[in-house]
């Protein structure tokens, strides 16, 4: 398998690309605002939020349905909502 930077200098046509993972907690709405402020110029947004417990759906409350969608949903929105219109405007 190729590296996601190679994969990218592939798609750019040049040899300066670069490829990272960052870790944040998508349900702070703070950090991933800071988390975003710092990327710089972002052409592939790979969104890899997910939060998920073990338990009878039945047992599941509201409170943790909540968090779920916050993290999973919302977390993936705003990253996009983001990140998206630079990115067609870059082409």
Avoid: H, K
């Avoid at 998920?52 to 039945?58: I, K, L, N, W």
């Amino acid at each position: 398998m190729r590296a996601p930077a190679a994969l990218v200098s592939d798609r750019r046509g040049d040899s300066a690309a670069s490829a990272r993972g960052i870790a944040a907690d998508f349900g702070d709405v703070g950090q991933v605002d800071g988390l975003l402020d710092c990327l710089g110029e972002v052409d592939v947004l790979i969104n890899n939020v997910g939060l998920f417990d073990v338990a009878e759906f039945t047992e599941i409350g509201d409170a943790e349905w909540t968090r779920y969608l916050e993290i999973n949903l919302m977390g993936t929105v705003r990253s996009s909502r983001r990140l998206l219109p630079p990115m067609l405007e870059n082409g």
